[in-house]
């Protein structure tokens, strides 16, 4: 079955709520009218029976009964199939009115009736309203019935013209609905028609962010914003490809000229160790290199996990600082808090031990693979809600250029140089870092210094 477009099936929807509105504001208003037709013509019959009780209790003589004759001389108001009469204190019939009113049982029940309660009405099942009113000064009753004729002829021709303007309306509504969401979604059929072109080949193209500050412009600035970040995952993505060729094409060609050399010419005892020295060192980079690569293959499918311990940061850090100091003797590390936390709690998070070791200790590395001094400075500020650790160090400043690819696979700023290396520990640690809801900036806060600052959420957040 063929699905209804959205201009149908929005014209559709606001066609309903329209025709649910008028239907229950047409029914409000013909329930309203109906009760205001009843009750105004139930006091028109009271008014009517107390006018012409009136005019008989006035003109009445000795000789009962009276003849209506003489009261509609005088009051010539009737009631479509009007039927009037009278009853004294004996239950006698002292007035009728027409004449011709036979009378075979009085419809009155004397006990609803008392100095309190001198009103009684009804309707039959045939419309037909009663009204019998009791006057206790004389003790007669007053029996009055009508069909309100005039008022049903209006209440058929309100429904017929309720009907008709539900009608008409619920026409009009659709007609005007459909081209308003017609018109609407203009926008959007646009975007539609500039989203089937934007291809792999074209991301730099960006689709047309109207004036209006409604949704639409909302949708297009979030679909631009949208494929800005596709082009520079695509520009990276081309990029990893290409270090990473460049990396192990490298190392692979050296090794080969190497074996050639070895393979062609004759070489002493020492010479063939040396080959053989530079071969495991090549290897030995190919390894770390392959690793490095699988690193980020695997961190990348890495989420946040629930389970991971609670890990104390200040305890984790003199760890890896004293391991560092094995692996570089040269190395001098500083530890100090900024300010003194109030709670433990301030220095947990949670994490992986194994992860969080690890880019501490690639930090350390790098403060003492690029300081000039081979001395790294570590601040810890704690807080209840963030942990924020600065690792500083003295040496050649980034330019603003560098720190924008800082966090780019194979990327190696000026200072890099000279030194060995991938340009993949960066990009692991800012993995690690993103895995555990923290964030890692580089700053410049003095001349000739380097930080990098690590902010981690504390159990407490």
């Not at 002292?94 to 009804?122: A, C, E, G, H, Q």
């Not at 019998?132 to 005039?150: H, L, M, Q, R």
């Not at 980020?296 to 890896?320: C, G, H, M, N, T």
């Not at 930090?363 to 000039?372: D, G």
């Amino acid at each position: 079955m063929r699905s209804i477009n959205i201009k149908l099936r929005f014209a559709l929807l606001f066609t309903s709520f329209v025709a649910v509105i008028l239907a229950i504001s047409s029914a409000f208003i013909y329930v309203l009218y109906s009760s205001y037709r009843e009750e105004d013509y139930f006091n028109r019959i009271f008014i009517e029976g107390s006018e012409v009780y009136t005019i008989f209790s006035e003109i009445k003589g000795d000789k009962e009964p009276l003849p209506a004759k003489f009261i509609q001389e005088v009051h010539d108001k009737t009631l479509v199939n009007e039927k009037l009469f009278i009853v004294d204190t004996l239950g006698r019939v002292v007035f009728k009115m027409p004449d011709s009113l036979k009378i075979n049982t009085l419809p009155i029940d004397k006990s609803k009736f008392n100095k309190k309660n001198t009103i009684y009405r009804y309707i039959d099942a045939e419309d037909v309203q009663h009204v019998i009113i009791y006057f206790p000064e004389s003790a007669n009753y007053v029996y009055t019935s009508g069909y309100d004729k005039v008022g049903f002829r209006k209440l058929k021709t309100l429904t017929v013209i309720l009907g008709s303007v539900f009608i008409g309306s619920l026409f009009l509504t659709a007609i005007i609905s459909f081209l308003f969401v017609n018109e609407a979604l203009k926008p959007l059929v646009r975007l539609s028609l500039q989203m089937k072109r934007t291809t792999e080949q074209n991301l730099s193209e960006r689709i047309d962010v109207p004036s209006s500050k409604d949704e639409i412009s909302q949708i297009a600035k979030n679909f631009n914003a949208m494929l800005e970040r596709l082009r520079k995952a695509f520009f990276f993505q081309k990029n990893f490809v290409q270090h990473a060729s460049h990396e192990l094409r490298t190392p692979l060609a050296v090794m080969l000229s190497q074996t050639e050399s070895a393979l062609h010419n004759q070489h002493t005892i020492e010479e063939y160790k040396k080959i053989l020295e530079s071969l495991r060192e090549d290897q030995q980079q190919m390894i770390e290199l392959t690793n490095s690569l699988l690193l980020i293959s695997q961190y990348e499918k890495l989420d946040f996990q629930d389970d991971w311990p609670a890990i104390r940061v200040d305890e984790l850090l003199y760890e890896v600082v004293e391991i560092a100091q094995k692996n570089m003797p040269d190395l001098q590390v500083s530890i100090e808090f900024e300010t003194i936390p109030e709670q433990d709690s301030w220095l947990i998070i949670k994490g992986s031990d194994s992860l969080i070791r690890s880019v501490f200790m690639n930090l350390i590395k790098n403060a003492y693979k690029y300081s000039t001094d081979r001395t790294a400075k570590i601040s810890i500020i704690p807080s209840k809600q963030q942990l924020v650790i600065h690792i500083d160090n003295n040496g050649t400043r980034l330019s603003p250029l560098e720190v924008e690819k800082l966090m780019i696979p194979f990327f190696r700023g000026a200072n890099a140089h000279g030194k060995k290396g991938f340009g993949l520990g960066l990009s692991i640690i800012h993995r690690i870092v993103t895995i555990h809801g923290g964030k890692i900036h580089y700053q410049t806060p003095a001349n000739k210094m380097n930080r990098f600052t690590i902010m981690f959420p504390t159990i407490n957040s």
